[in-house]
């Protein structure tokens, strides 16, 4: 923002707004239908903000408020947005033109309306054959010129000439100029200098471009790979430039021997942001992240959102405890994320080992992992396979300590199995005496992993032990899952499903489909514990009855995501199709679906888990039945978090209307809700009241002079010690009222012989009870009480007079 106060943050289809100083998300502008592509602030009025989206909008906010002021409907997709101070009524758009890879940089000018949604269809074209991307286009020297960037070449439109010149680089046919590709621009706010970034790692600087031929640039060469963004300060005297290096470049007085740097980002800094103060920087990081950073390079906060891993191998779980969503993050780390409030907790370290970031370097990747006993262990497994016979594998079990409010490292084990861990569970089971851990692996074998005293002395240390080996005809275990009192243990052997005792580790029985390896495995829950489910990869989805040991039903259905909610016997799985993704909710007793969504995401979903609601809702249509008790979160293959709402569309976006309308009630302060607490006082009487006698009380809103106190500007105003003893009493209410007869004589006589010196007091007593009779209407009349009236006459003798000299 303009004075660096706020900072914001294009999410998805609404723009956020964060505090710089305290990190928190202040509001949240909804209103947009599709993909925010674009914000700039309104060069005309620092307080509010311009947005566009791939809906065909232009948006303008009130960012303070949060508050749409109004919608320019253009009508085509808009892929970024550029504001200019000197062009008032016109913002710049790029658009799609018919071939899809082909762009236009157009000026849309903005029609002065007073309604809330008005067409701006007045569009007129800048420049052609331009990149989508919003870094590759810069306006410099207050406006004077725009420069965009695609492939090896440099196009500069010069608004006062109307002409377009343009400058080529080599191409890639020669190997030495190979990578010259353009990646970003960037235009020096006050002078004719333009910088541009590149693939190979340079920066160049152009200068005297006016003229095709008499053309400069030197070169700026700092970065191995290419230069993602670039940003000037704002009185131009440095050059801030990132990378895949995750360090912050600073070019003062764009020369290469003056330079600073901020090293050990975290991420690739994909965006350079300065605020107009000029006493911010801002980067954003390919790991979701957003750092601000003060004008001495020091970084002052982080805003994080969710970790964008180049995989996610864990899935998503729960944690008992903080009730956090827990998945992979950095390399080598767990992160825990809130739900709740959007933010990311914490990291865990899990490898404990410093990440090389080099192109083709085979890591060590973070495969599994598993909460159990209720939050207070944590199983993760480590494995780095550069070759098949050369396999690193590594079993850790994290402790959670009261003292220091984490997890602290109890037992490593070095490679628990010969080949790659297919799947860990704990027993949860809530009678369950003994911590109990089973991986299984592609070694055939299934172990069984217990908590045991450790060989100390004092009997004071513990650790993890393994108690059993299982397999069955030396197939692959690829699954296993404990049942709800952790009586059975279910383990897939390729296209076999064996149940074993959990008490003893005798195989009970096998179920046996023939149509494939088994993908996913799960028991029932509650009333429908008794049954088994498995999914395979031929796309059959079956029942086990483990009563009779038969198969209860199957159904054709290609799962790839079954979780199980642990607050009811519902079961949520995922298909996959030609069309997309379909969600199938259903309780194992019964075949019929409860819940068919069709094309929840055009994309495969990976992963999904069920979060338990603190407060159960209580929803009667059959639609929402199965979101009573928890809510379900599934991740696409692009990383994208979604869920469900029970809200319609037209519930979450306000109506613009709804939203710019003057409320003519008190707004919701304290003094709202002690008026609130009367209003419901007088309805409780009103509905006491058996005859139909007009019961007389206060209605604070409809009296004119309170009116007046609350939206009369504070500077013309009496004083307060004046004004308060008023204000409060007309807030009282009394418990009768008092007739005529019962006031007492004496007051009268005082209020006649005051009368009686002043005609002129009782003139303006009169005209302000004619007055408030008006403004009360016939319904409602509120007649002042003599104690007001006195009031009001000493209103009347202060001088006023020094007002009129404003």
């Known amino acids: 923002s303009f004075f660096s106060r706020y900072i914001f943050c294009v999410s998805g289809d609404f723009v956020k707004v964060y505090s710089t100083a305290t990190e928190e998300c202040v509001h949240i502008l909804h209103g947009h239908r599709n993909l925010v592509t674009g914000i700039q602030l309104n060069p005309n009025n620092h307080l509010q903000l311009y947005s566009c989206s791939l809906d065909g909008t232009i948006k303008l906010w009130d960012y303070i408020d949060g508050i749409l002021i109004k919608t320019f409907i253009v009508g085509c997709k808009l892929h970024a947005l550029f504001t200019v101070a000197q062009a008032e009524d016109s913002v710049f758009v790029t658009v799609n033109k018919e071939k899809p890879d082909i762009f236009q940089l157009v000026s849309v000018k903005l029609p002065k309306s007073s309604s809330q ?71 020096h706010p006050k002078e004719d200098c333009i910088a541009s970034g590149h693939m190979d790692g340079k920066i160049r600087l152009w200068r005297n471009f006016y003229d095709e031929k008499k053309y400069t640039y030197t070169c700026l060469h700092w970065h191995h790979d290419m230069v993602m963004d670039l940003a000037f300060s704002v009185t131009g005297s440095s050059l801030l430039s990132g990378g895949h290096e995750s360090v912050l470049v600073e070019w003062r007085d764009a020369m290469e021997k003056n330079k600073e740097f901020l090293p050990r980002l975290g991420a690739t800094i994909e965006h350079i942001s300065v605020s107009p103060a000029g006493d911010l920087f801002c980067t954003s990081h390919s790991d979701n992240k957003i750092m601000i950073i003060h004008r001495n390079l020091e970084a002052s906060a982080v805003i994080q959102g969710l970790v964008k891993d180049r995989s996610i191998f864990t899935g998503l779980m729960i944690d008992p405890r903080t009730k956090a969503l827990v998945l992979n993050g950095k390399p080598g780390h767990l992160q825990f994320y809130s739900l709740q409030s959007d933010k990311q907790l914490y990291n865990l370290d899990i490898m404990q080992q410093e990440y090389i970031n080099d192109y083709g370097l085979i890591q060590i990747e973070l495969t599994k992992a598993a909460f159990g006993c209720f939050g207070n262990w944590l199983a993760t497994v480590e494995q780095r396979q ?175 995501v079954m979780e199980p909610d642990p607050n009811s016997e519902n079961i949520a799985a995922i298909s996959q199709s030609s069309v997309g993704s379909d969600l199938f909710v259903f309780k194992p007793s019964e075949p ?197 009236e006195k009031e009001l006459r000493k209103f009347r003798k202060i001088d006023y007079s020094w007002i009129a000299a404003l």
């Open 592 to 788: 019929r679906p409860l819940y068919i969504q069709k094309g929840i995401s055009r994309e495969e979903v990976q992963w999904g888990v069920f979060v338990p609601r603190d407060v159960p809702e209580s929803f009667t249509s059959e639609a929402y039945q199965w979101l009573n008790r928890s809510q379900f979160y599934f991740l696409t293959k692009s990383q994208s978090l979604l869920t469900f709402s029970t809200k319609s569309p037209e519930e979450k976006l306000t109506p613009t209307s709804k939203q710019l309308l003057a409320e003519e009630s008190l707004p919701t302060t304290p003094f709202y809700f002690i008026l609130g607490k009367h209003r419901q006082q007088q309805d409780e009487k009103l509905n006491e009241t058996l005859e139909n006698e007009l019961v007389q009380l206060p209605l604070t809103e409809n009296i004119p002079a309170i009116s007046e106190l609350l939206h009369t500007p504070a500077h013309v105003l009496p004083s307060a010690v004046f004004l308060c003893s008023m204000f409060v009493n007309s807030l009282l209410l009394s418990k009768e009222t008092k007739s005529a007869e019962e006031i007492p004589k004496d007051v009268d006589m005082e209020e006649e012989k005051e009368s009686e010196n002043s005609d002129e007091e009782n003139d303006f007593t009169e005209k302000i009870q004619d007055t408030n009779n008006k403004d009360l209407g016939e319904d409602i009349i509120h007649q002042l009480s003599k104690s007001e």
């Open 117 to 187: 949604e008005v067409e701006a269809k007045e569009l007129s074209i800048v420049l052609d054959y331009i990149n989508q991307s919003p870094k590759c286009i810069a306006f410099g020297n207050e406006g004077v010129y725009v420069a965009a960037v695609r492939d090896f070449y440099l196009s500069v439109y010069f608004f006062k000439k109307k002409t377009t010149s343009r400058f080529t680089l080599s191409s890639s046919r020669n190997k030495k100029h190979a990578k010259n590709n353009f990646t970003c621009v960037a235009c």
């Open 386 to 560: 550069e070759k098949e016979t050369e396999l690193e594998l590594q079993m850790k079990l994290w402790m959670y300590s009261k003292k220091t409010q984490g997890f602290i490292l109890n037992t490593k084990i070095h490679m628990p199995h010969e080949d790659c861990i297919t799947a860990l569970c704990f027993c949860n089971a809530e009678k369950s005496e003994q911590p109990t851990l089973v991986t299984a692996s592609k070694d055939s074998y299934f172990k069984v992993w217990i908590l045991t005293d450790d060989s100390d002395i004092y009997k004071k240390a513990v650790g993890w032990t393994c108690d059993f080996v299982g397999s069955y005809h030396k197939y692959q275990a690829t699954n296993c899952c404990f049942s709800e009192d952790g009586s059975l243990l279910a383990v897939s052997f390729e296209e076999i499903v064996t149940i074993w005792d959990s008490e003893t580790w005798e195989l009970k029985c096998t179920f046996c489909q023939r149509a494939g390896k088994i993908r996913h495995l799960c028991f029932g829950r509650l009333t429908c514990s008794k049954y088994l489910l498995g999914a395979t990869e031929n796309g059959i989805l079956s029942c086990w009855n483990l009563l009779s040991c038969a198969l209860e039903w199957s159904a054709k259905l290609n799962v790839r």
